[in-house]
């Protein structure tokens, strides 16, 4: 049950595009690679803002998008504004009924 | 509305025990598994265990298998994460978050606010 791997950090300009990127293996998101995808500002829970891979719930902007290719899932960020600023974890489901998030990635917008 | 509230957490010694509870309200409580995800201070997400809607079917990370329990009380629309024999890497918030969905297709749609376990002498 390795985390799986995302950058440390990353950041953009308001109005810009960003990727985040999360990689596993073939024992969690190149096998089941319905990733989800969560937002966490300081001090609170985590939102969730992307499931079964591309979907996104109810109320979330149409801004955030996700894929996957391989071993690697990916959640994009189109038009950031300030309010995008904060913490994104993916999850995979990793089999056996366990989960693994990856290690996080803290968006700063410039 | 969905809502889920922990409390339970506290200050205790390595090696001793602690239930941490979690409250459901504004859904049909049985239809829903819930998932214990736990974040050290300043660091990332990690699952912990879930417990199924069928309230049988459990599973847990290894870094908990064997000191950990999950359980519910449908009475109470309440479910708990018995946590046994504590170890200082067990410091962390531990929320408690919905299950929407099964297995590879499952994710986590509400969470609690968390509450905060620290194991120390």
């Known amino acids: 049950q390795s985390a799986l791997t995302q950058p440390a950090s990353g950041s953009g300009s308001p109005g810009q595009s960003i990727t985040i990127s999360c990689t596993g293996t073939?024992?969690?998101?190149?096998?089941?690679?319905?990733v989800s995808w969560y937002q966490q500002h300081p001090g609170k829970a985590p939102k969730l803002i992307i499931y079964?891979?591309?979907k996104r719930p109810s109320g979330v902007s149409n801004r955030f998008s996700a894929s996957k290719s391989g071993n690697t899932a990916s959640l994009t960020i189109s038009g950031l504004q300030t309010e995008d600023e904060a913490d994104y974890y993916c999850?995979?489901?990793?089999?056996?009924?366990?989960?693994?998030f990856g290690g996080g990635t803290k968006l700063t917008v410039l | 509305q969905v809502q889920l509230v922990e409390s339970g957490g506290g200050v205790v010694q390595p090696g001793r025990s602690l239930r941490l509870s979690c409250a459901a309200s504004?859904?049909?409580?049985?239809?829903?598994?819930i998932h214990w995800v736990r974040q050290a201070p300043g660091k990332g997400l990690e699952w912990v265990a879930v417990?199924?809607?069928?309230?049988?079917?459990?599973y847990y990370a290894d870094s908990v298998k064997g000191r950990f329990t999950v359980s519910r009380d449908n009475s109470r629309n309440t479910h708990y994460l018995q946590m046994n024999s504590l170890r200082a890497e067990d410091t962390a918030l531990y929320y408690c978050?919905?299950?929407?969905?099964?297995?590879?297709?499952?994710?986590?749609?509400?969470w609690g606010q968390g509450t905060l376990v620290s194991v120390s002498s």
């Open positions: 978050a919905r299950a929407d969905g099964h297995l590879e297709k499952d994710h986590f749609d509400y």
């Open positions: 504004g859904f049909t409580f049985i239809n829903y598994g």
């Open positions: 417990l199924w809607s069928d309230g049988r079917n459990n």
């Open positions: 073939s024992s969690d998101v190149g096998t089941y690679g319905l």
């Open positions: 079964e891979g591309s």
């Open positions: 999850c995979s489901y990793a089999g056996g009924s366990t989960w693994v």
